[in-house]
């Protein structure tokens, strides 16, 4: 049973997403790698944009 | 820890700093391997933001922690659990290192000076809202609710008492659980701007045999609110995501 608020959700971004960041311009990035791990180099850095 | 090096040039192309400039602010207790010490910001008023998680392992309770949790107590010194506000160009805090802002609310009362807002488990991750100004955090939850908080000086956002707007038990010697929603009650907890749980429709626990679909999430990362332009739907929503799930696949969340 969802207990919660109601949210929407995004497309799947496919990574391991450990935060986010905004530029000055208020746009919004996803921050994250393909591993889930904290070492090695899938590091990715997406910007959230209309389809 | 928080420390502080200086850039080589602020004017520079691709900014670096200076190894050698390196200055320790402060130094927090930790007690257990995880809540650990979360994200750090400026905000618009120049002072840093710091947040901190309860101590660790499960509960706020146990050793590191004091008897009522962490995240509530305002005994000197005690900052976990906590989202604290600094001024790193002053020197007036108890160690000489760092500037207590003079309008921090826990100034003149129970509560280290450092304290902007408490009740917290781990918030990993937040951020100042460029309009508003207003501190956007994510605090995960521990089994069932994970929750995104507007933070203002001096609020109490629950942790142990509640998770998210639930009633929290801490299972004494055994293992918290929520018990029942409870929005406004007991009063002086802020409840979140948003909330969301680790079960899917029909009761199967997300990350415990609930298909990725069915699932809000679990550790709830954020949150920002959304100022661009480029993607009209978010305007002016909050948004967050989730760090773990069955799939290792992970989704964005606005409301």
Known sequence: MNKGSQVASLPDPGIALFGFAQDNRGELYVLGNTTGLLSGTTGTVLRITSR | ?255
């Open chain 2, 1 to 255: 820890m928080v420390a502080q090096w200086r850039l080589t040039d602020r004017k520079a192309t691709h900014l670096m700093v200076d190894p050698s400039s390196r200055r320790e602010l402060l130094r927090i207790d930790k007690p257990q391997f995880n809540h650990n010490g979360g994200e750090i910001a400026f905000g618009p008023d120049g002072n840093l933001y710091i947040a901190v998680g309860d101590g660790g392992a499960a509960d706020d309770q146990g050793p590191g922690h004091v008897s009522a949790g962490n995240a509530q107590s305002l005994a000197p010194g005690n900052v976990l659990g906590k989202v604290l506000r600094i001024d790193p160009r002053g020197h007036d805090s108890a160690n000489g290192r760092y500037g207590i802002p003079r309008r921090n609310p826990f100034v003149g009362r129970d509560g280290a000076d450092e304290i902007w807002a408490y009740g917290f488990r781990n918030p990993y991750r937040f951020s100042v809202d460029s309009r508003s100004g207003t501190l956007v955090v994510g605090d995960v939850g521990q089994n069932d609710i994970e929750e995104v908080d507007a933070v203002r000086p001096g609020r109490n956002y629950g942790w142990p008492v509640k998770e998210g707007s639930f009633l929290f038990d801490n299972g004494g010697d055994g293992a918290g659980f929520v018990t029942q929603r409870s929005p406004g009650i007991p009063a002086g907890l802020v409840d979140p701007v948003l909330e969301y749980d680790h079960t899917a429709p029909g009761g199967v626990r997300c990350g415990g045999g609930a298909p990725p679909s069915a699932c809000q999430g679990i550790a709830v990362v954020g949150g920002y609110v959304y100022r661009g332009h480029d993607v009209k739907v978010l305007a002016a929503t909050t948004c967050s995501a989730t760090t773990r799930g069955p799939s290792r696949r992970r989704w964005g969340a606005c409301s």
